[in-house]
């Protein structure tokens, strides 16, 4: 079923980079556009995930250089049943995370270092088990295609204002057509990203929830990372903006309520579908399970270590924090 979904949207965005080429150069613009999507869809497929960590400076981490991330990262896999993922750290003060990949033995989970210092170890692991949900129901080949080919529709129609309106040019509308295709097919486009996005994101929840086992965990990290989105931009996402709905909350300033026009549900709702998944799985804000190295740790603060822990190294740079 997933397979068919993405085939689909990979139909119904190739379409719509054919009605744009359409617009702009008429049956001869349609068929470059063909070519030109099907290389896309190609291209996607194989290195969009990697595209993706790249536009937010994403590195990657492993035991080594941040053993209780990734730790972390590698309990929940196995309580999800899923193949290890490769493991990013975005150095980006907004607290959010994304997960990316074409299949889950190909996935990739990122967590920016303003999420990994700003949540407790609990929180975290609801927001990283939401994120394998989304590896596990293979959202990220969808989200990530979707991201991209959204993101070279918006190109195509910002190429179409310097070379669409020209009067002479192939295009079957004229210059009102080009303007109007400037403005509808990014529009287009972002809508679908949204209604992926959206009827996904509370499956991730229901599904991240039962993976950490505990839905509060998940309900209070929403609640801390939807306050800091609206005060701690992301730039990076700001110049990447079809990009959004990969997010587990919407990156960009301009987030508003649940309706056609948001990349997320409503966090008030998504919340509220936790709590009362929390009555149901008879949650009371638990811990995770220890891991099998756990019993190796000193006791402490909620990280499993002793007192000295803000002198240890962290994994960016040596500087000290909790995941290091």
């Excluded at 035991?63 to 999800?80: C, F, K, N, Q």
């Excluded at 990447?240 to 026009?261: K, Q, V, W």
Aim: charged share 10%; net charge neutral; proline share 7%.
């Amino acid at each position: 079923m997933n397979y068919f979904r993405t085939a689909i949207l990979l139909a119904g965005m190739t379409a719509l980079f054919m009605g744009v080429g359409f617009m702009i150069g008429g049956q001869g613009g349609m068929m470059i556009a063909l070519l030109f999507a099907a290389g896309m869809n190609v291209f996607s497929y194989w290195n969009s995930d990697r595209m993706v960590l790249s536009m937010y400076g994403a590195r990657q981490v492993d035991r080594a250089s941040a053993p209780e991330y990734y730790g972390m990262i590698e309990e929940l896999a196995a309580r999800a049943g899923l193949p290890m993922p490769r493991v990013f750290i975005m150095d980006n003060p907004q607290p959010n995370a994304f997960a990316t990949g074409r299949n889950p033995q190909n996935a990739a989970v990122a967590a920016t270092t303003g999420l990994l210092n700003s949540l407790s170890r609990e929180e975290v692991a609801g927001v990283m088990a939401h994120e394998l949900a989304h590896v596990k129901n293979y959202d990220t080949l969808t989200m990530t295609i979707t991201a991209t080919l959204a993101g070279a529709i918006s190109m195509l129609a910002n190429f179409a204002m310097f070379f669409g309106g020209n009067r002479n040019n192939n295009s079957p509308f004229g210059a009102i057509g080009t303007i109007a295709m400037m403005i509808l097919a990014p529009l287009a486009a972002m809508v679908v990203q949204m209604a992926v996005s959206r009827s996904r994101e509370y499956e991730a929840d229901k599904l991240g929830a039962q993976i950490c086992g505990q839905p509060l965990w998940l309900a209070s990290a929403l609640a801390k990372i939807s306050n800091a989105a609206h005060r701690v931009p992301n730039m990076a996402a700001e110049h990447n903006p079809a990009t959004a709905h990969m997010f587990i909350i919407n990156p960009l300033s301009g987030e508003r309520m649940d309706n056609l026009f948001s990349t997320h549900p409503n966090t008030e709702n998504r919340i509220a579908a936790l709590q009362a998944l929390a009555q149901q799985m008879g949650a009371s804000g638990g811990r995770m399970a220890a891991s099998p190295t756990a019993s190796a740790r000193p006791a402490g603060d909620p990280w499993g270590r002793g007192p000295a822990a803000p002198s240890e190294p962290g994994p960016w740079g040596g500087r000290p924090g909790p995941w290091g």
